[in-house]
Protein backbone atom coordinates (compact mmCIF):
# COMPACT_ATOMS: atom_id res chain seq x y z
CA UNK A 1 0.00 0.00 0.00
CA UNK A 2 1.17 3.19 -1.16
CA UNK A 3 1.95 6.26 1.48
CA UNK A 4 -1.39 8.06 2.43
CA UNK A 5 -1.49 11.61 1.38
CA UNK A 6 -2.96 14.36 3.54
CA UNK A 7 -5.48 17.23 1.80
CA UNK A 8 -7.13 20.32 3.61
CA UNK A 9 -9.68 21.73 1.54
CA UNK A 10 -10.97 22.58 4.96
CA UNK A 11 -10.83 26.96 4.01
CA UNK A 12 -10.81 26.20 0.31
CA UNK A 13 -14.77 26.70 -1.55
CA UNK A 14 -15.79 25.96 -4.98
CA UNK A 15 -18.43 28.04 -6.76
CA UNK A 16 -20.11 27.62 -9.85
CA UNK A 17 -20.81 30.87 -11.84
CA UNK A 18 -23.10 31.43 -14.08
CA UNK A 19 -21.83 34.37 -16.31
CA UNK A 20 -25.59 35.87 -17.52
CA UNK A 21 -25.79 39.27 -16.98
CA UNK A 22 -28.73 39.85 -19.37
CA UNK A 23 -32.58 40.18 -19.02
CA UNK A 24 -34.75 37.45 -19.56
CA UNK A 25 -35.59 37.54 -23.42
CA UNK A 26 -32.18 38.90 -24.29
CA UNK A 27 -30.77 35.31 -23.39
CA UNK A 28 -31.80 33.24 -26.33
CA UNK A 29 -29.07 36.00 -28.40
CA UNK A 30 -26.27 33.56 -28.72
CA UNK A 31 -23.97 36.25 -30.28
CA UNK A 32 -24.56 39.07 -27.49
CA UNK A 33 -24.44 36.58 -24.83
CA UNK A 34 -21.59 34.09 -26.30
CA UNK A 35 -19.57 37.68 -27.06
CA UNK A 36 -19.57 38.95 -23.45
CA UNK A 37 -18.72 35.40 -22.25
CA UNK A 38 -15.84 35.11 -24.23
CA UNK A 39 -14.99 38.71 -23.47
CA UNK A 40 -14.81 37.82 -19.77
CA UNK A 41 -13.09 34.62 -20.26
CA UNK A 42 -10.24 37.03 -22.16
CA UNK A 43 -10.08 39.64 -19.45
CA UNK A 44 -10.10 36.82 -16.55
CA UNK A 45 -13.22 38.14 -14.82
CA UNK A 46 -16.70 36.64 -13.39
CA UNK A 47 -19.39 38.32 -12.28
CA UNK A 48 -23.12 38.68 -11.41
CA UNK A 49 -25.52 41.21 -12.63
CA UNK A 50 -28.21 43.36 -11.51
CA UNK A 51 -25.88 46.57 -12.75
CA UNK A 52 -26.04 50.04 -11.72
CA UNK A 53 -23.38 52.85 -10.24
CA UNK A 54 -23.20 52.25 -6.81
CA UNK A 55 -19.57 52.04 -5.86
CA UNK A 56 -16.03 52.42 -7.62
CA UNK A 57 -14.51 49.89 -9.46
CA UNK A 58 -12.41 47.61 -6.98
CA UNK A 59 -14.80 48.46 -4.13
CA UNK A 60 -14.30 44.68 -1.82
CA UNK A 61 -17.34 43.29 -1.10
CA UNK A 62 -19.05 43.55 2.52
CA UNK A 63 -21.87 42.98 5.02
CA UNK A 64 -21.62 47.08 5.04
CA UNK A 65 -21.72 47.66 0.97
CA UNK A 66 -23.73 44.76 0.35
CA UNK A 67 -26.82 46.13 2.70
CA UNK A 68 -25.90 49.75 0.57
CA UNK A 69 -25.87 47.97 -2.75
CA UNK A 70 -29.12 46.14 -1.70
CA UNK A 71 -30.67 49.19 -0.41
CA UNK A 72 -30.50 51.61 -3.40
CA UNK A 73 -30.92 48.74 -6.00
CA UNK A 74 -34.62 48.44 -4.17
CA UNK A 75 -35.21 51.93 -4.29
CA UNK A 76 -34.68 52.11 -7.98
CA UNK A 77 -37.79 50.05 -8.43
CA UNK A 78 -35.57 46.58 -8.80
CA UNK A 79 -35.07 43.12 -7.13
CA UNK A 80 -32.21 41.90 -6.68
CA UNK A 81 -31.02 38.41 -5.67
CA UNK A 82 -29.80 38.51 -1.88
CA UNK A 83 -28.94 34.69 -2.06
CA UNK A 84 -26.51 35.85 -5.21
CA UNK A 85 -24.84 38.73 -3.41
CA UNK A 86 -24.22 36.78 0.31
CA UNK A 87 -22.98 34.21 -2.34
CA UNK A 88 -20.23 36.58 -3.70
CA UNK A 89 -20.14 38.02 -0.08
CA UNK A 90 -18.53 34.57 0.66
CA UNK A 91 -15.69 34.09 -2.18
CA UNK A 92 -12.54 34.45 -0.74
CA UNK A 93 -8.63 34.35 -2.42
CA UNK A 94 -7.92 31.36 -3.44
CA UNK A 95 -10.90 29.74 -3.77
CA UNK A 96 -12.28 27.78 -7.35
CA UNK A 97 -15.13 28.92 -9.77
CA UNK A 98 -16.26 27.13 -12.64
CA UNK A 99 -18.56 27.96 -15.13
CA UNK A 100 -20.27 27.02 -18.08
CA UNK A 101 -20.64 29.70 -21.51
CA UNK A 102 -23.23 29.65 -24.04
CA UNK A 103 -21.33 27.56 -26.40
CA UNK A 104 -20.93 24.40 -23.70
CA UNK A 105 -17.16 25.06 -23.12
CA UNK A 106 -16.33 25.12 -19.39
CA UNK A 107 -13.61 27.01 -17.45
CA UNK A 108 -12.63 26.65 -14.36
CA UNK A 109 -10.18 29.44 -12.69
CA UNK A 110 -8.46 30.34 -9.44
CA UNK A 111 -9.72 33.55 -7.58
CA UNK A 112 -7.14 35.82 -7.84
CA UNK A 113 -8.91 38.95 -5.96
CA UNK A 114 -9.33 39.42 -2.58
CA UNK A 115 -12.62 38.05 -2.77
CA UNK A 116 -15.61 39.61 -4.90
CA UNK A 117 -15.66 43.60 -5.57
CA UNK A 118 -17.82 46.04 -7.61
CA UNK A 119 -16.74 45.72 -11.16
CA UNK A 120 -19.19 47.85 -12.81
CA UNK A 121 -17.99 50.41 -15.52
CA UNK A 122 -20.24 52.62 -16.55
CA UNK A 123 -21.24 52.78 -20.50
CA UNK A 124 -19.02 49.65 -20.66
CA UNK A 125 -20.60 47.24 -22.92
CA UNK A 126 -18.90 44.41 -20.85
CA UNK A 127 -18.36 45.40 -17.26
CA UNK A 128 -21.53 47.69 -17.91
CA UNK A 129 -23.68 44.60 -17.42
CA UNK A 130 -21.91 43.46 -13.70
CA UNK A 131 -22.00 44.71 -10.03
CA UNK A 132 -19.95 41.98 -7.97
CA UNK A 133 -17.34 39.92 -9.88
CA UNK A 134 -14.14 38.96 -8.84
CA UNK A 135 -10.51 37.82 -10.99
CA UNK A 136 -8.94 34.64 -11.52
CA UNK A 137 -5.48 33.93 -12.24
CA UNK A 138 -6.29 32.19 -15.53
CA UNK A 139 -8.86 29.93 -16.70
CA UNK A 140 -8.99 26.59 -17.88
CA UNK A 141 -10.80 25.37 -20.71
CA UNK A 142 -12.78 21.98 -21.42
CA UNK A 143 -14.10 21.94 -24.58
CA UNK A 144 -16.98 19.58 -24.00
CA UNK A 145 -18.45 16.93 -21.28
CA UNK A 146 -16.26 14.26 -22.00
CA UNK A 147 -13.45 16.27 -20.88
CA UNK A 148 -14.49 16.96 -17.31
CA UNK A 149 -15.53 14.37 -14.40
CA UNK A 150 -18.99 13.14 -14.91
CA UNK A 151 -20.20 14.43 -11.83
CA UNK A 152 -19.23 17.84 -12.18
CA UNK A 153 -21.29 17.73 -15.99
CA UNK A 154 -24.14 16.30 -14.10
CA UNK A 155 -24.08 19.44 -11.75
CA UNK A 156 -25.00 21.66 -14.91
CA UNK A 157 -27.51 19.38 -16.65
CA UNK A 158 -30.38 20.94 -14.28
CA UNK A 159 -32.46 22.92 -16.35
CA UNK A 160 -32.35 25.76 -13.51
CA UNK A 161 -29.66 27.56 -12.31
CA UNK A 162 -28.93 29.91 -9.35
CA UNK A 163 -26.20 32.93 -10.63
CA UNK A 164 -23.84 31.52 -7.81
CA UNK A 165 -24.12 27.78 -6.34
CA UNK A 166 -21.44 26.31 -3.72
CA UNK A 167 -20.35 22.98 -4.36
CA UNK A 168 -20.36 21.19 -1.11
CA UNK A 169 -19.30 18.03 -1.29
CA UNK A 170 -15.66 17.33 -0.31
CA UNK A 171 -15.49 14.86 -2.86
CA UNK A 172 -16.64 17.33 -5.95
CA UNK A 173 -14.39 20.25 -4.21
CA UNK A 174 -11.40 17.62 -5.42
CA UNK A 175 -12.56 17.44 -8.77
CA UNK A 176 -12.93 20.86 -9.49
CA UNK A 177 -9.90 21.73 -7.51
CA UNK A 178 -7.99 19.10 -9.68
CA UNK A 179 -9.31 20.42 -12.79
CA UNK A 180 -7.70 23.88 -12.43
CA UNK A 181 -4.46 22.26 -10.37
CA UNK A 182 -3.51 19.55 -12.89
CA UNK A 183 -2.91 21.70 -15.65
CA UNK A 184 -1.15 24.13 -13.23
CA UNK A 185 2.61 24.42 -13.50
CA UNK A 186 4.40 22.74 -11.10
CA UNK A 187 5.82 25.48 -8.95
CA UNK A 188 2.48 27.03 -8.98
CA UNK A 189 0.49 24.29 -7.66
CA UNK A 190 -0.91 24.08 -4.63
CA UNK A 191 -2.41 20.73 -4.55
CA UNK A 192 -1.80 17.43 -5.67
CA UNK A 193 -4.84 15.90 -6.06
CA UNK A 194 -5.15 12.04 -6.81
CA UNK A 195 -7.11 10.73 -9.37
CA UNK A 196 -10.25 9.17 -7.89
CA UNK A 197 -10.21 5.21 -8.32
CA UNK A 198 -13.11 3.76 -9.92
CA UNK A 199 -14.07 0.44 -8.44
CA UNK A 200 -17.46 -1.83 -8.45
CA UNK A 201 -18.57 -0.26 -5.62
CA UNK A 202 -18.71 3.38 -6.78
CA UNK A 203 -18.40 3.94 -10.17
CA UNK A 204 -22.59 4.51 -10.56
CA UNK A 205 -22.26 7.56 -8.71
CA UNK A 206 -18.95 8.61 -10.70
CA UNK A 207 -21.66 8.42 -13.95
CA UNK A 208 -23.80 10.97 -14.80
CA UNK A 209 -27.37 9.34 -15.37
CA UNK A 210 -26.78 9.71 -19.20
CA UNK A 211 -23.22 8.06 -18.99
CA UNK A 212 -25.02 4.80 -16.65
CA UNK A 213 -27.97 4.47 -19.05
CA UNK A 214 -25.45 4.67 -22.42
CA UNK A 215 -23.03 2.02 -19.98
CA UNK A 216 -26.27 -0.53 -19.79
CA UNK A 217 -26.55 0.05 -23.59
CA UNK A 218 -23.01 -0.55 -24.30
CA UNK A 219 -23.46 -3.90 -22.20
CA UNK A 220 -26.85 -4.96 -24.13
CA UNK A 221 -25.11 -4.27 -27.47
CA UNK A 222 -21.66 -6.46 -26.96
CA UNK A 223 -23.99 -9.48 -25.46
CA UNK A 224 -26.61 -8.93 -28.65
CA UNK A 225 -25.04 -7.37 -31.47
CA UNK A 226 -23.83 -10.44 -33.00
CA UNK A 227 -27.80 -11.55 -32.88
CA UNK A 228 -28.26 -8.44 -35.36
CA UNK A 229 -29.53 -6.09 -32.51
CA UNK A 230 -29.03 -2.19 -33.00
CA UNK A 231 -30.05 0.18 -31.22
CA UNK A 232 -32.64 2.85 -32.43
CA UNK A 233 -31.44 6.46 -31.55
CA UNK A 234 -35.08 7.90 -31.84
CA UNK A 235 -36.19 5.36 -29.03
CA UNK A 236 -34.03 7.29 -26.70
CA UNK A 237 -36.05 10.51 -27.24
CA UNK A 238 -39.78 8.87 -26.58
CA UNK A 239 -40.36 9.49 -22.77
CA UNK A 240 -41.48 6.39 -22.04
CA UNK A 241 -41.79 5.72 -18.01
CA UNK A 242 -40.75 2.11 -17.77
CA UNK A 243 -38.60 1.89 -20.47
CA UNK A 244 -35.27 3.62 -21.53
CA UNK A 245 -34.54 2.62 -25.55
CA UNK A 246 -34.82 0.01 -27.55
CA UNK A 247 -32.69 -2.52 -29.62
CA UNK A 248 -34.67 -4.08 -32.74
CA UNK A 249 -33.39 -7.15 -35.05
CA UNK A 250 -35.43 -8.76 -38.15
CA UNK A 251 -37.49 -11.38 -37.31
CA UNK A 252 -37.23 -10.49 -33.50
CA UNK A 253 -38.88 -9.17 -30.61
CA UNK A 254 -37.03 -5.99 -29.19
CA UNK A 255 -35.03 -5.65 -26.47
CA UNK A 256 -34.98 -3.07 -23.98
CA UNK A 257 -34.28 -1.94 -20.31
CA UNK A 258 -35.04 0.09 -17.07
CA UNK A 259 -31.98 1.81 -15.63
CA UNK A 260 -31.97 3.66 -11.96
CA UNK A 261 -29.34 5.36 -10.80
CA UNK A 262 -29.69 5.46 -6.96
CA UNK A 263 -33.73 4.06 -6.70
CA UNK A 264 -34.91 0.96 -6.57
CA UNK A 265 -36.93 -0.67 -9.63
CA UNK A 266 -40.18 -2.52 -9.45
CA UNK A 267 -39.75 -5.72 -11.30
CA UNK A 268 -43.20 -7.11 -10.95
CA UNK A 269 -44.33 -4.25 -13.31
CA UNK A 270 -42.59 -6.06 -16.10
CA UNK A 271 -43.23 -9.70 -15.60
CA UNK A 272 -46.11 -9.65 -17.74
CA UNK A 273 -44.56 -7.67 -20.33
CA UNK A 274 -44.27 -10.00 -23.12
CA UNK A 275 -43.65 -7.71 -26.17
CA UNK A 276 -39.61 -7.74 -25.56
CA UNK A 277 -37.61 -10.83 -26.21
CA UNK A 278 -35.56 -9.27 -22.93
CA UNK A 279 -35.82 -6.50 -20.20
CA UNK A 280 -32.37 -5.55 -19.09
CA UNK A 281 -33.05 -4.13 -15.44
CA UNK A 282 -29.86 -2.38 -13.19
CA UNK A 283 -30.18 -0.21 -10.07
CA UNK A 284 -27.27 1.47 -8.86
CA UNK A 285 -28.64 0.81 -5.30
CA UNK A 286 -28.28 -2.93 -5.26
CA UNK A 287 -24.99 -4.86 -4.80
CA UNK A 288 -23.91 -8.31 -6.19
CA UNK A 289 -25.74 -10.09 -3.62
CA UNK A 290 -29.09 -8.58 -3.53
CA UNK A 291 -28.90 -9.25 -7.61
CA UNK A 292 -28.54 -12.71 -6.64
CA UNK A 293 -31.24 -12.94 -4.48
CA UNK A 294 -33.74 -11.13 -7.28
CA UNK A 295 -32.60 -13.17 -9.94
CA UNK A 296 -33.77 -15.80 -7.71
CA UNK A 297 -37.12 -14.33 -6.59
CA UNK A 298 -37.62 -13.89 -10.23
CA UNK A 299 -36.45 -17.09 -12.00
CA UNK A 300 -39.15 -18.22 -13.92
CA UNK A 301 -39.50 -15.39 -16.00
CA UNK A 302 -36.51 -15.54 -19.20
CA UNK A 303 -37.66 -12.27 -20.18
CA UNK A 304 -36.30 -10.23 -17.40
CA UNK A 305 -32.20 -10.34 -16.50
CA UNK A 306 -31.05 -8.15 -13.81
CA UNK A 307 -27.58 -7.25 -14.31
CA UNK A 308 -25.47 -6.56 -11.20
CA UNK A 309 -23.03 -4.29 -10.27
CA UNK A 310 -19.62 -6.26 -11.17
CA UNK A 311 -21.26 -7.86 -14.96
CA UNK A 312 -21.72 -3.96 -15.48
CA UNK A 313 -17.88 -2.73 -14.18
CA UNK A 314 -16.50 -5.37 -16.26
CA UNK A 315 -17.97 -3.80 -19.19
CA UNK A 316 -16.94 -0.49 -17.95
CA UNK A 317 -13.09 -1.43 -17.58
CA UNK A 318 -13.48 -3.25 -21.17
CA UNK A 319 -13.96 0.22 -22.89
CA UNK A 320 -12.51 3.21 -22.51
CA UNK A 321 -15.20 5.81 -23.90
CA UNK A 322 -15.49 6.97 -20.26
CA UNK A 323 -12.02 7.31 -18.60
CA UNK A 324 -10.73 10.81 -18.50
CA UNK A 325 -7.80 12.39 -16.55
CA UNK A 326 -9.72 12.27 -13.35
CA UNK A 327 -10.79 8.89 -13.10
CA UNK A 328 -8.25 5.99 -11.92
CA UNK A 329 -10.03 2.33 -13.43
CA UNK A 330 -6.89 0.31 -12.91
CA UNK A 331 -6.55 0.55 -9.42
CA UNK A 332 -8.70 -0.73 -6.84
CA UNK A 333 -9.72 1.62 -4.09
CA UNK A 334 -7.95 0.59 -0.75
CA UNK A 335 -11.06 -0.10 2.11
CA UNK A 336 -11.23 0.84 5.13
CA UNK A 337 -10.46 -2.53 6.65
CA UNK A 338 -7.01 -2.54 5.34
CA UNK A 339 -6.19 0.11 7.25
CA UNK A 340 -4.18 -0.42 10.92
CA UNK A 341 -6.80 0.79 13.38
CA UNK A 342 -6.20 -1.25 15.94
CA UNK A 343 -5.28 2.12 18.58
CA UNK A 344 -8.60 3.32 17.40
CA UNK A 345 -12.23 2.82 19.29
CA UNK A 346 -14.63 2.09 16.05
CA UNK A 347 -18.14 3.71 16.61
CA UNK A 348 -21.10 5.28 15.44
CA UNK A 349 -20.29 9.06 16.13
CA UNK A 350 -16.39 9.82 16.81
CA UNK A 351 -16.22 12.68 19.25
CA UNK A 352 -12.42 12.08 20.81
CA UNK A 353 -9.14 11.70 18.97
CA UNK A 354 -9.15 8.59 19.29
CA UNK A 355 -12.52 7.45 18.00
CA UNK A 356 -13.59 6.97 14.18
CA UNK A 357 -16.48 5.33 12.45
CA UNK A 358 -16.07 2.87 9.55
CA UNK A 359 -18.12 2.92 6.12
CA UNK A 360 -17.76 0.89 2.94
CA UNK A 361 -15.91 3.47 1.65
CA UNK A 362 -14.50 6.21 4.48
CA UNK A 363 -13.09 6.18 8.26
CA UNK A 364 -14.29 9.38 9.96
CA UNK A 365 -12.05 10.67 12.24
CA UNK A 366 -12.76 13.02 15.61
CA UNK A 367 -15.68 14.66 14.41
CA UNK A 368 -18.49 12.93 11.71
CA UNK A 369 -17.22 13.86 8.17
CA UNK A 370 -14.94 16.33 8.79
CA UNK A 371 -11.34 14.80 8.83
CA UNK A 372 -11.91 11.51 6.93
CA UNK A 373 -9.97 8.53 5.11
CA UNK A 374 -11.44 8.31 1.71
CA UNK A 375 -10.69 5.09 0.23
CA UNK A 376 -11.47 6.54 -3.69
CA UNK A 377 -8.88 9.55 -3.33
CA UNK A 378 -6.45 7.62 -1.12
CA UNK A 379 -5.96 10.05 0.89
CA UNK A 380 -6.80 11.65 4.19
CA UNK A 381 -9.07 14.61 3.96
CA UNK A 382 -9.58 17.64 6.18
CA UNK A 383 -13.32 18.80 4.18
CA UNK A 384 -13.98 21.13 6.96
CA UNK A 385 -12.37 22.48 10.26
CA UNK A 386 -13.14 19.79 13.32
CA UNK A 387 -11.66 21.33 16.45
CA UNK A 388 -11.47 25.13 17.45
CA UNK A 389 -7.70 24.78 18.44
CA UNK A 390 -6.40 24.76 15.12
CA UNK A 391 -2.83 23.84 16.23
CA UNK A 392 -4.45 21.32 18.34
CA UNK A 393 -6.47 20.56 15.39
CA UNK A 394 -3.13 19.71 13.17
CA UNK A 395 -1.30 17.89 16.11
CA UNK A 396 -4.66 15.30 16.13
CA UNK A 397 -4.49 15.04 12.14
CA UNK A 398 -0.28 14.52 12.12
CA UNK A 399 -0.90 11.57 14.23
CA UNK A 400 -3.67 10.04 12.78
CA UNK A 401 -1.72 10.47 9.15
CA UNK A 402 1.33 8.85 11.08
CA UNK A 403 -1.15 5.75 12.46
CA UNK A 404 -2.61 5.00 9.40
CA UNK A 405 0.27 4.89 7.32
CA UNK A 406 2.42 2.34 9.13
CA UNK A 407 3.42 0.20 7.04
CA UNK A 408 2.82 1.78 3.93
CA UNK A 409 5.40 2.31 0.88
CA UNK A 410 6.99 5.29 2.53
Not at 277 to 292: A, L
Not at 373 to 400: N, P, T
Amino acid sequence: MNKIPFLNIADVNCWMVYLMPFATDDRANYELVSTLQQTCIEAKIFGMGWDMPCFEYGTPISDENAAIYIEKYKKQGGSVSEDAVNGYKAIRKGDYVITRLKNSHYYVGRVSSEGAMYIYKENDPVYGRFSWGGTVDKWIEFANDGELPSEIAGRFSQRLHSTIQRIAPYRQRLLVISMYENFEADENRRFEIPRLKIGVNNFVRSLNYMELEDLVALYISNKHGSEGYKLLPSSCKVSQQNFEFRFVANGRKPITCQVKNQHDIEIDYYIQENSYEYIYIFSGKWNDECVGELRGKYEEYKHIYIISPSELFEALKKDNIFENKFYDFDNEPTAPDRLPLDDYHICTRPKKENECSVSGDFVCFIKKDGLVYSSEFGALVLSWHILEDREYEQRCIDQILKDINRGTNV
